[in-house]
């Protein structure tokens, strides 16, 4: 089965963590700290944390902002769930904007118009969660400029996007935002087995982060309570979790993100040849923003319903069938039985859902072959011609 994506690990990615193995710290210790700096250098940042998900990044992210009871996140329909889910652990509500039907991002006319009226409504975003989806930024210096205006933060959903650049600044800069989340899942740009980090450059929010990542607690004398009762002392001042990477997992990491400029330089390579390839055809390409240079996650064709006569799903079967193992992101998350049980309904972000109806990620990876990418557009050609 050619997939839709797949992680790269090499001899020295292995040769990296047998080292590691081989030492005296398998937990969070001197090797997570090594990829954080380099993380922090990669993107320019000031601070960075490493946590074992994105996931457990965006529920610190959130509670570093004080999100709570009655305060409302906004974030895109047209993401993986773990972007909403976040406010729901802190006890806050969520809610969405719709997506722009080119970039596939939230809307900025979109989010405009539901300020004015969460305004007038008292129910302005304490957080606005951009996703930048398929590693494609959003329009970050609208956003920044709204949030300004309305008074929300912003943390940037960067899942998608490790290496992407937005304005030639890289993403995870926080130039326009609080705080920028990466995803480390096999699936995603570069991975750790499972992993995630947030960026910032307020030192307030790091220091934050870095308790409630283990359980809230602090060997800081200066943040104490109470005067230390001797060099085994520690003290509990929040409620935070075990949300640690370890050091096995920032072996990895720090082996992997050698190769991340090659990696989005290859992700762009086969983007070009399915450009190439596909352009003929009655399907919707992904649109590239002149402002932004995507990561390239993810590759989403769409079907055009008013051109051609067969179906996404029928595109969809024809490619399994030949062994290719074609996806869908995302099934909008307001139309999960979860979330329809919260109070939203199929119809609330009507250009999500039309979206998800005709679209189809294509294999998109740097191990990709030429061979295996000419099998998937011939197949795409049989189908539509
Ligand atoms: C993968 C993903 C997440 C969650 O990442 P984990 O590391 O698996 O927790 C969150 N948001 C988006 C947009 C994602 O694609």
């Known amino acids: 089965m050619i997939p839709y994506g797949r992680q790269d690990v090499n001899q020295a990615d292995i040769d990296a963590v047998i080292d590691i193995l081989k030492s005296d710290w398998l937990t969070q210790g001197p090797s997570v700290g090594d990829f954080e700096k380099t993380l922090c250098k990669k993107v320019g940042a000031e601070y960075a944390v490493a946590v074992n998900s994105a996931t457990s990044a965006l529920h610190l992210a959130c509670l570093a902002l004080d999100l709570g009871s009655g305060d409302w996140l906004w974030t895109s329909p047209n ?5 909403a889910n976040c406010a729901l652990y802190c006890g806050a509500n969520v809610d969405f904007v719709d997506i722009d039907p080119h970039t596939y991002n939230i809307s900025i006319d979109a989010l405009q118009e539901k300020l004015i009226f969460a305004e007038k409504n008292g129910t302005l975003p304490k957080i606005l969660i951009p996703v930048h989806f398929a590693g494609q930024s959003c329009d970050m210096e609208a956003i920044a400029v709204l949030s300004k205006k309305y008074g929300f933060k912003i943390i940037e959903d960067a899942s998608h996007a490790i290496g992407g650049k937005y304005q030639n600044r890289s993403i995870g800069d926080c130039f326009y935002s609080d705080m920028t989340i990466f995803s480390f899942h096999p699936v995603k740009i570069i991975t750790t087995g499972e992993g995630g980090a947030i960026l910032t450059n307020q030192s307030l929010l790091h220091e934050r982060i870095l308790q ?16 230390s009762h001797g ?3 520690y003290e509990q001042v929040h409620l935070g979790f075990n949300y ?13 993100i050698k190769r991340l400029e090659m990696y989005i330089d290859k992700r762009h390579d086969i983007a070009a040849i399915y450009q190439r390839s596909l352009s003929a055809l009655p399907l919707v390409l992904p649109y590239q923003s002149n402002q932004a240079y995507s990561a390239y996650h993810l590759y989403v064709i769409q079907i055009d319903p008013s051109k051609v006569s067969i179906t996404r799903e029928h595109l969809f079967f024809a490619l399994h069938k030949a062994g290719i193992g074609v996806n869908v992101h995302y099934i909008p998350i307001h139309t999960q039985p979860y979330y329809q049980q919260l109070g939203f309904s199929i119809g609330d972000f009507p250009e999500a859902e039309r979206y998800y109806k005709n679209a189809l990620s294509l294999p998109m990876y740097p191990t990709l072959t030429r061979l295996d990418q000419e099998k998937v557009i011939k197949i795409i050609q049989e189908n539509l011609q």
């Open 79 to 83: 993401s993986f769930v773990a972007s």
């Open 212 to 227: 409630l990542r283990s359980h809230g607690i602090t060997r800081d004398s200066q943040l104490m309570k109470n005067f």
């Open 231 to 233: 060099p085994w002392y």
């Open 244 to 256: 640690r990477l370890t050091d096995i997992q920032a072996g990895l990491g720090l082996s992997q």
